[in-house]
């Protein structure tokens, strides 16, 4: 356990760090497993009301750090391949 003031800080500062950080990934996580679930039944419609803001959190995930920008950009590339395919 941390005994000096700043440690102590830091023990907080990285605690809140994390949740927070859990919080991101958890509703990113479930965004895209939701627009997979539209994908998968062939539901165009929905799929393309959840294209966008999929693509936009993944963006924003990159952003705060929670995301590497290579690893989003697959994200992105293997969601639209799939929703291209619908067509």
Do not use: C, V, W
């Not at 590497?68 to 293997?78: C, I, L, V």
């Amino acid at each position: 356990m941390a005994n000096h003031k700043s440690a102590l800080k830091r023990l907080a500062q990285t605690r809140k760090r994390t949740e927070r950080n859990r919080a991101h990934r958890s509703r990113m996580r479930h965004q895209i497993r939701e627009l997979r679930r539209a994908l998968e039944a062939k539901d165009k419609a929905r799929a393309e009301s959840l294209l966008k803001p999929t693509i936009s959190m993944l963006d924003r995930m990159i952003q705060k750090g929670i995301l590497h920008p290579n690893t989003a950009a697959r994200y992105k590339s293997r969601l639209s391949l799939r929703f291209n395919s619908l067509s």
